[in-house]
């Protein structure tokens, strides 16, 4: 500052002595002189100060505390005084950092600083420009400044990368040993900022401080469940708080572990006896007599509970250990409920079936509360004392009367059938019931009835009147009268089997003799064209008398059976080649030959003749279609215009001679008989006569 003001003065001093001189020359030398001395000279003066002056400056090199120099060195001060400020902060925060290597370039750094001017109190972070140094220095010092605040962010990142890292695996430690449910990873920072570095540490230690809770609530939990003293974990739970306040993660899981440990030796004992005892009574109730009485849905639970138990092997699942005990008292005092209801519903049963008063004996145990003993067992060694009596007695009474309740129960779906078979053939074995324990329910038939004895030897029922048999007569035949026909007559069911075979003109009568007792069917049936049959189901029970008529049925009814819808689907491809062979010959038949199946022709020329109006017809066991109309008027103008009284025409020559239709001699009778001209001539076996 001294030496600008040297310079000021000295150039003031100049322009002055030029301004004198130069008025010194105006009023000496006259006016036009005088004023080049002011113009041309005072500023030619002064420009070669400044030059003379900028030389100087340029010369010393900056050695001075020039104003520039000052401002750049507050500037550079200012970056490093923040910079140090921060780093203290977050070597504050960061525990256990290695912060030597950045202390040697801090301390390198404001040497160099203090060489180029700017002092530093490290102790106070304040600074002071001392005035030495050059600028081309400081700029440099300012590019380190910057590289050095990078350094100290990389360093600290990865040291909080690492406690990051810590964080986690501390958390999964403790999930490993039951005390947290999940690991939660804490934020990595983002960016390079001092602040994100801080911020990314602070989530850490949210994580490590939620996780001591946490753990914290789950050992409360297991103490409070098994009784344990509470003391080693709020002990644990104090070095786990100290040590996240010294942010030694690893140490926050030990501390918590270490408590873990030591409720488990404590609940260790007690532990070991419970589980013991449980795993016994549970082996003992699954390998009792209770296996033969319940559900195996009961069963299954039971070796759920022994595959849970086997899997429990930590002290600190005593609370678990605890619910099974409570679990397989559940499951066991089910069973003996269960067995209970069984011998109430059998005793039931015996009560209101229709036996003898000395069929069954009544059974205490119906009478005792085991299920109320049993939830009232103090312990679980009570509560097996109590169990195990209630098995046994249950069990010996419920095989005392549970066949005798079957057999009650269901006597009456099998006493019709062993009646009907005593009617019958006057004798039941056990292989004649299809029931399990025929002994019984034999013996208990005959029990019931006096005129039956029991032979247990075999065992068989046999009837004091062996069986009984009836006779059976039936009338079959037909409507109308005809030629004879025959018929065939079968009775079946049981061990009777037999078939008669009649021939008649109308109605005959046969006998079945000596049927046994029982349920037949009877089926009566013909051979005849044209003729159905009759079936139906008949009861022998005392002699019977039967009438069985064979219904006629329709041409259409017969060929159809059982495929008229699809004939019926069939028919229109049929049609047009019906009609076109039916308008060239007058008359169709199966003989013919159609492109179609013979199962279905027949049903297709019936159907096809009813739409038509035409005939359908049996004729030498093919189906033909004619029209009826045309052929009857056709047969009675032949007997009318081509025979005198008394004379005859063969049947042979009627069709040959005159129709086109192939009519079989009985059509041709048929059809006469049923003509105007029926009464104006005879029949026989060849030829027809004209009487009239």
């Known amino acids: 500052m001294k030496n600008n003001v040297r310079y000021t ?74 910079l140090l400020r921060e780093y203290d902060r977050l070597a504050g925060e960061l525990s256990a950092w290695d912060t030597d290597p950045i202390e040697e370039e801090v301390s390198y750094l404001l040497d160099q600083l203090a060489e180029s001017g700017v002092e530093f109190d490290r102790a106070a972070n304040r600074f002071e420009v001392t005035g030495t140094g050059e600028v081309r220095d400081l700029e440099r010092l300012e590019d380190r400044v910057s590289e050095l605040r990078s350094e100290i962010a990389d360093s600290a990142r990865t040291h909080v990368n690492t406690k990051l890292d810590d964080c986690a695996d501390a958390q999964r430690r403790l999930q490993d040993a039951g005390l947290v449910d999940g690991v939660r990873d804490p934020q990595a920072p983002e960016g390079n900022s001092f602040g994100a570095l801080l911020d990314a540490l602070d989530d850490a230690e949210a994580a490590m401080d939620a996780a001591i809770d ?19 974990i709020d002990r644990g739970v ?44 549970v082996d003992t109730a699954a390998s009792s007599v209770v296996t033969d009485y319940v559900s195996p849905t009961l069963l299954e639970d039971l070796e759920d509970v022994h595959e849970e138990l086997d899997a429990v092997d930590s002290a600190l699942d005593m609370a678990r ?17 269960s067995m209970s209801t069984e011998l109430d519903e059998h005793l039931r049963i015996l009560a209101n079936a229709d036996v003898p008063d000395d069929y069954y ?37 419920i095989d005392a009367v549970e066949e005798k309740a079957a057999v009650a129960e269901a006597y009456g779906t099998v006493e019709d059938d062993i009646t009907e078979t005593l009617r019958t053939t006057g004798r039941v074995a056990g292989d004649d019931l299809h029931v399990k324990q025929t002994a019984a329910f034999l013996e208990l038939y005959a029990d019931l009835h006096e005129d039956v004895s029991y032979e247990p030897a075999t065992p068989a029922l046999v009837a004091e009147d062996f069986g009984e048999a009836y006779d059976v007569a039936v009338q079959a035949g037909f ?51 044209g003729y159905g049959a009759v079936e139906r189901e008949v009861v022998v029970d005392e002699d019977l008398e039967l009438e069985a008529t064979i219904p006629e049925i329709e041409l259409r009814e017969e060929v159809c059976s059982g495929i008229e819808d699809d004939a019926r689907e069939a028919l229109p491809d049929a049609r047009d080649l019906f009609a076109s062979e039916y308008g060239e010959t007058e008359y169709l038949s199966t003989s013919m030959d159609f492109p179609m199946s013979d199962r ?16 359908a017809t049996r004729a030498d066991g093919e189906v033909l279609v004619y029209d009826g109309e045309q052929f009857g008027n056709r ?23 005159y129709l086109a239709v192939p009519a079989p001699d009985e059509l041709i009778v048929d059809t006469l008989q049923e003509s105007p001209v029926a009464s104006d001539v005879e029949c026989d076996e060849t030829e027809v006569t004209k009487v009239a």
């Open 214 to 232: 946490e753990a914290a609530a789950e050992l409360d939990a297991i103490a409070e469940a098994t009784d344990a003293p509470l003391d080693p």
């Open 361 to 397: 004996e009544y059974q205490s145990a119906a009478d005792e509360s085991y299920v109320s003993d049993l939830r009232a067992a103090s312990d679980l060694d009570a509560y097996r004392s109590v169990w195990l009596n209630a098995a046994g007695e249950l069990s010996a009474a």
């Open 635 to 657: 047969i009675a103008n032949i007997v009318r215009h081509n025979l005198a009284e008394g004379e005859s025409i063969p049947y042979t020559q009627i069709r040959n001679r």
């Open 321 to 337: 250990v605890r619910e099974l005990t409570e679990e397989t008292r559940s499951i066991c005092t089910e069973m003996i409920e």
């Open 600 to 615: 279905f022709l027949p049903c297709l020329l019936a159907l096809w003749a009813e739409e038509e109006g035409l005939t």
């Open 238 to 281: 104090g070095r786990a708080d100290d040590a996240l306040a010294a942010g030694e993660y690893h140490a926050v899981a030990d501390a918590l572990l270490e408590a873990r440990d030591e409720l488990e030796r404590d609940l260790s004992t007690d532990f070991e006896s419970e589980r013991s005892s449980l795993e016994s009574f």
């Open 9 to 82: 003065l000295q150039i003031g001093g100049i322009v002055l002595v030029t301004t004198v001189l130069g008025l010194g020359a105006f009023w000496y030398f006259g006016s036009e002189i005088g004023f080049y001395a002011l113009i041309v000279g005072i500023p030619t003066v002064v420009i070669g100060a400044a030059i003379v002056y900028a030389r100087q400056s340029g010369a010393t090199g900056g050695g001075g505390t020039t104003q520039y120099f000052e401002g750049k060195a507050q500037r550079v001060g200012e970056n490093v005084r923040d």
């Open 479 to 529: 409507d109308e009268g005809g030629p004879k026909r025959r018929i065939d007559v079968s009775l079946a069911g049981g061990s009777l089997e037999e078939s008669r075979t009649i021939e008649t003109h109308l109605l005959d009568v046969l006998t079945f003799e000596e049927v046994p007792y029982g349920e037949y069917d009877l089926a009566v049936t013909t051979t005849e064209e």
